[in-house]
C-alpha cells in the first residue's frame, strides 16, 4: 500500500518513528524470504532423495523381476527335465512365429473320411550268408489222394518260410601237442643227444589258456556290449569252466599292452588329418586322488565307411584331469582344424578351432523350454532358423568338400549373416541372466568358431561326431561304474579306441580283434597292412 505526501505525519518525530516501523517491516519481511528460501532447499533437497528413493526403487523392481523370470524359467526347464521329452529334434516349421498362428492352429478342424492304400509292411530277409538247415514238411501217404476223386495228387510246388534259430555259443579245447624227435645211434654211443621239438606257437598272453578268440569274445562283451567281468563270469560258469574276473582283467591288461603299438600308429595317423573332432566326459577312478578324472576322444572322419578322404579313427585318452595341457600334448603337432565345444581348455592347442552348432542350438532349446508352454518367442525363430543350416547340410552330405562350401558359401552364409543381426538385436532387448539371453551371448561368444565350418566343405557344422564317439564309453560306465586304477583305466582306452574305430571302418569289432591278436605276436615291422582301412574281414562272425 502507498503512502501519499499528505499521510506523512508532519512533525520529524512522527516521521522518523514512521521510518523505522517501515525499516522493521522490512527487515521481517527479508527473514521471511530467507525462511521461504530455506523451506524451499529443503523442499528440492527431499525431493531429490525421493526421486533417488524412487529411482533405487525402481531398479530393483527391476532386478526382483529379472530374477522373478530367471526363477519362473529354472522352474519350467526342470519341470521339462523332470517329465518333458529329451528329444532335441526339431520338426520343420515356417519362418513365422506369432499368436495368429498359434489360434489357428488351435481351431479344432472339420473331420472328413479318407480311403487310401498303403504298402503293406514287408519282413527283412535273413542274411544269405548264414548257414541254413532244410527241413521239408509233408503229407502223410495216406492223405496223398484227392478228396474228390480219390485219385493220386502230384506235387506243383511248394512253400517256403524262414525262422531263425540261435544257437549258443561253444566252448572247447585246443589241445596243441609238440612232437619230440631225438637219435637213437646218439642214443646208443652214449654221445650228446639233443633232442628237438616243435617251437611253441605264438600266442598273444604266452603261457595262459586265451587264445586270441577267447579274448576277442571277453573284450568285445566289456567294452562294446558293456557286460562287466562279473557277468561274464557267471556265463563261463554255465559252461563249467571256472574263470574269475581277477584273471581275465589281467587279460584285458595284457591285451592292451599289445595293442599299443597300433594305439599309437593310429595317433600318428590322426595327427595327419586336416579336421579334428574332440570331448572329454568324466570317469571315476578309485586309486587316484581327484574325484573326477577325465576320459578325452579325438577322431576324425566319419562314422561308417564313405568316400571322405580322411581316415575313420576313434582314439581315447586318459588323463586325471580337464587341463588344456591334456588336449595340448596330446595334439602335439598337428596343425589343422580342431572342432570342439566351447571349453576354454582348447584355446590353448596350436590350431584352428572350430564351433559346433548343436551346442548353440541347444542353449535356444533350453530357452524355448523356459518359455511358457504353448507360447512361442526368439527361441523359436533362432531355432527354425539353425533348422534351415541343417537342412542344407543335409542336402550335402554325400558331396565332395569343394563342393560342399561352394554351396555353403552360397546358401549357408546369407542365412549365418542373417542369423547375427538378429543376435546383435537381440542382445540389447533380452535379459542378461535369462534362458535367452544366455543362448544369444553364449552363441555371440562362439560366433568366429560357430562359422567357421564354412571355411572348408571337410568340416561339420557341429561336433556330434565326437559325442557319438563318447556315448558307447558312457553306456559302459552305467554298468561298470568305475576303474580302480590309472593302468585300468588307460587299457579302457586302449581297447575302446581299437573297438570303435574297426566300427567306424565297417569291420566287425571281433573280427578285428582276432586278427589283430593273431598278427602282433609276429611283431611285424610295418603296421600300415593293419590299419581298419586296409584290412577286409568277413563282417559276420
Not at 596243441?176 to 617251437?199: D, F
Not at 584355446?347 to 507360447?375: S, Y
Not at 542373417?418 to 553364449?442: C, E, N, T
Not at 568358431?449 to 561326431?465: A, F, M, P, V, W
Amino acid at each position: 500500500m502507498k503512502t501519499t505526501p499528505t499521510q506523512l505525519p508532519d512533525n520529524v518525530e512522527a516521521l522518523q518513528a514512521k521510518i523505522q516501523l517501515l525499516q522493521k517491516d522490512k527487515s521481517l519481511l527479508a527473514q521471511n524470504n530467507a525462511s521461504l528460501e530455506q523451506d524451499k532447499l529443503i523442499l528440492t533437497q527431499g525431493n531429490s532423495t525421493l526421486e533417488q528413493d524412487n529411482s533405487t526403487l525402481e531398479e530393483k523392481l527391476a532386478q526382483l523381476l529379472e530374477k522373478h523370470q530367471c526363477l519362473l524359467e529354472q522352474f519350467r526347464l526342470a519341470q521339462h527335465n523332470r517329465f518333458g521329452k529329451s528329444s532335441e529334434a526339431h520338426p520343420d516349421q515356417g519362418d513365422l512365429f506369432n499368436e495368429a498362428e498359434s489360434i489357428i492352429d488351435s481351431i479344432e478342424p472339420e473331420k472328413e473320411t479318407i480311403s487310401y492304400t498303403r504298402n503293406k509292411p514287408k519282413r527283412q530277409l535273413l542274411p544269405k550268408e548264414l548257414p541254413r538247415e532244410v527241413r521239408t514238411i509233408d503229407l502223410a501217404d495216406d492223405e496223398k489222394n484227392c478228396d474228390e476223386c480219390g485219385h493220386d495228387l502230384h506235387q506243383m510246388g511248394s512253400k517256403k518260410s524262414e525262422q531263425l534259430e540261435f544257437v549258443p555259443a561253444q566252448v572247447k579245447v585246443i589241445e596243441t601237442v609238440r612232437l619230440q624227435y631225438c637219435c637213437r645211434v646218439c642214443e646208443k654211443e652214449g654221445t650228446k643227444n639233443k633232442i628237438k621239438i616243435a617251437p611253441v606257437p605264438l600266442s598273444p598272453i604266452p603261457k595262459s589258456i586265451a587264445t586270441p578268440s577267447l579274448l576277442s569274445q571277453i573284450i568285445t562283451s566289456k567294452y562294446q556290449y558293456s557286460l562287466p567281468l562279473y557277468r561274464q563270469e557267471s556265463m563261463f560258469k554255465q559252461h563249467g569252466i571256472a574263470l574269475n574276473r581277477k584273471t581275465m582283467s589281467e587279460w584285458m591288461m595284457k591285451s592292451a599292452t599289445l595293442f599299443k603299438p597300433i594305439i599309437e600308429h593310429l595317433h600318428q595317423s590322426l595327427l595327419k588329418q586336416s579336421v579334428v573332432q574332440a570331448d572329454e566326459t568324466t570317469l571315476n577312478v578309485l586309486s587316484e586322488d581327484k574325484i573326477k578324472c577325465y576320459m578325452w576322444v579325438y577322431c576324425s572322419g566319419t562314422d561308417s565307411p564313405s568316400e571322405n578322404s580322411m581316415n575313420n579313427i576313434v582314439l581315447y585318452d586318459y588323463q586325471s584331469s580337464r587341463a588344456g595341457s591334456c588336449a595340448v600334448n596330446y595334439l602335439a603337432g598337428f596343425s589343422g582344424y580342431l572342432q570342439a565345444d566351447g571349453y576354454q581348455g582348447y584355446e590353448q592347442v596350436n590350431a584352428t578351432l572350430i564351433g559346433c552348432m548343436a551346442h548353440a542350438r541347444r542353449k535356444f532349446i533350453e530357452a524355448q523350454k523356459a518359455q511358457p508352454k504353448n507360447k512361442t518367442g526368439r527361441a523359436d525363430w533362432a531355432i527354425n532358423l539353425i533348422a534351415k543350416l541343417y537342412r542344407i547340410e543335409k542336402s550335402i552330405k554325400e558331396l565332395p568338400a569343394d563342393e560342399k562350401k561352394r554351396i555353403r558359401d552360397e546358401k549357408s552364409v546369407p542365412l549365418l549373416e542373417q542369423f547375427r543381426a538378429w543376435l546383435d538385436k537381440s542382445a540389447l532387448q533380452v535379459l542378461p541372466k535369462s534362458a535367452i539371453g544366455k543362448a544369444v551371448r553364449y552363441s555371440l561368444n562362439q560366433w568366429s568358431k560357430l562359422i567357421g565350418y564354412t571355411h572348408s566343405g571337410e568340416i561339420n557344422i557341429d561336433n556330434n561326431r565326437a559325442e557319438r564317439a563318447v556315448k558307447p564309453f558312457v553306456i559302459g560306465r552305467k554298468n561298470w561304474m568305475f576303474s580302480n586304477t590309472a593302468n585300468g583305466a588307460k587299457a579302457s582306452a586302449v581297447l575302446y579306441s581299437i573297438i570303435e574305430t574297426a566300427k567306424a571302418n565297417g569291420l566287425t569289432p571281433y573280427n578285428y580283434l582276432v586278427y589283430l591278436l593273431n598278427e602282433l605276436p609276429k611283431e611285424p615291422d610295418d603296421l600300415e597292412y593293419l590299419m581298419p582301412w586296409n584290412v577286409e574281414l568277413n563282417g559276420i562272425i
